[in-house]
């Protein structure tokens, strides 16, 4: 049966634009509506389609791009949060994908080849370092992993040739900060690119495009779709760079148009999630740092004296995720935990509802014990992501918990 003659649909059919002065959350609930794709709807619609029906005689201007074709390549549905999402972290272009492991192998493969470097920091979450250590030598590219202390001195550790440097700011789990406009300078210079996986910051927080980044990357599981049911990635960056992560269509890694839609009804909320993230982040923080039972905390900025004014210049606020060492050492997280009442332990972070992981056992589990170390990890060492409860309960179920632990004498080293 041939195909019905219809008038090719303009794909990406323009947005209502909003008025300059239109502040992050007006832009979150309006910033995407598109009367005339959605019959007036106040919510957009999901076009639950793999395919798309198109004519044979414009099979040519398909090619170039007139009309949608297949979901693996494009839906209306990514759209809106694709464009919701460019907006917020400033970039020309934005792209959805299956998971932030898809948005993450589709820019690395699109952007290396053989025989090119790439630098990475060794604080990365977990499937990010797998992909990097196991698949990218296979093909010939070379990975160098940062210590701490180099990713202190991007200077001395990107050379000419270096092809791709990827960063996360703040790190998995130590919360580190690094200085992401010093590394986009250095990165500049030496004609690297420079990726910066922003899902622990989210872009409320912190824009690293604005910062020199060249692409930015999210897992969209996290704060951006926020309640726990999505898996979701996005790429964000200049056209030039995304059309030639556009041509890996066929790795097929694009979203369901279900989970885009849900993406993009979570969106809306986003800076009241993230506030009061932050909020919680700032008041949990403080309560551990006074809590005898806790050895230590990490968040953004407490670090180190160097890191606190990284993230004062680079930072609108801390988040919501920190981890903190438990002075009695390993056996007292078990207690810790079962004595939460409203953090759940679970792997994922930036949900609304509060989460508990710990490093050594889940993200961090294929690492030695010397490779924990070196990164200031140990199985006393528990991350906290703190959802959208009430801050005071959060900052009182934690200590209580702490205070079920008793008097702690400090485990020997
Ligand atoms: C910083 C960071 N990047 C990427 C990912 C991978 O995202 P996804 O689980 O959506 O594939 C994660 C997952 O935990 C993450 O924490």
Redesign the pocket.
């Known amino acids: 049966m041939s195909a019905p003659e219809t008038t090719p649909r303009k794909r990406g059919g323009s947005f209502d634009p909003l008025p300059e002065w239109a502040g992050v959350a007006t832009r979150l609930v309006h910033g995407t509506r598109r009367p005339e794709l959605n019959s007036g709807a106040v919510v957009g619609p999901i076009y639950q389609t793999s395919t798309f029906h198109f004519p044979a005689a414009h099979t040519e201007s398909a090619e170039r791009g007139g009309v949608y074709l297949y979901t693996r390549l494009e839906n209306p549905t990514f759209e809106g949060p694709a464009e919701t999402i460019r907006q917020l972290e400033g970039g020309e272009e934005a792209r959805l994908f299956s998971?932030?492991?898809?948005a993450?192998t589709a820019t690395i493969l699109s952007l290396v080849r053989s025989g090119d470097e790439v630098v990475a920091l060794q604080d990365l979450?977990g499937?990010?370092i797998d992909l990097l250590s196991d698949l990218l030598p296979k093909f010939g590219v070379r990975v160098r992993f940062l210590s701490a202390a180099e990713a202190r001195e991007p200077e001395a550790v990107v050379r000419k040739g270096t092809r791709l440097v990827w960063l996360?700011s703040p790190t998995?789990p130590t919360l580190s900060v690094v200085d992401l406009h010093r590394w986009a300078d250095v990165a500049d210079d030496r004609g690297a690119l420079l990726a910066v996986?922003n899902?622990?910051a989210t872009p409320i927080n912190q824009n690293p495009l604005a910062l020199g980044a060249d692409l930015v990357v999210h897992?969209a599981?996290?704060y951006l779709a926020g309640h726990s049911d999505v898996?979701a990635?996005a790429v964000v960056g200049p056209e030039a760079l995304l059309r030639r992560i556009d041509a890996k269509g066929y790795l097929g890694a694009s979203p369901d148009p279900f989970a885009a839609f849900l993406l993009g009804r979570s969106l809306k909320t986003l800076s009241l999630r993230v506030a009061r993230q932050n909020e919680s982040g700032r008041r949990v923080a403080d309560a551990l740092a006074r809590h005898p039972a806790v050895r230590r905390v990490f968040y953004p900025g407490r670090n180190s004296p160097e890191e606190e004014e990284i993230a004062r210049r680079q930072m609108r606020a801390r988040g919501g995720v920190l981890s903190l060492s438990l002075r009695a050492g390993p056996d007292a997280v078990d207690p810790f935990l079962r004595h939460l009442r409203f953090v759940h332990v679970a792997s994922?972070?930036g949900s609304v509802e509060s989460l508990a992981s710990v490093p050594a056992l889940t993200s961090h589990r294929h690492l030695t014990t010397a490779e924990l170390a070196e990164r200031g990890i140990d199985g006393s060492m528990v991350r906290l992501s703190l959802g959208i409860e009430e801050p005071a309960d959060l900052v009182r179920d934690v200590t209580e918990a702490l205070d079920a632990l008793g008097p702690s004498p400090t485990a020997p080293l």
């Open positions: 998971s932030g492991m898809g993450i979450y499937g990010t996360e998995n996986d899902t622990f897992s599981t996290k898996l990635g994922s972070l």
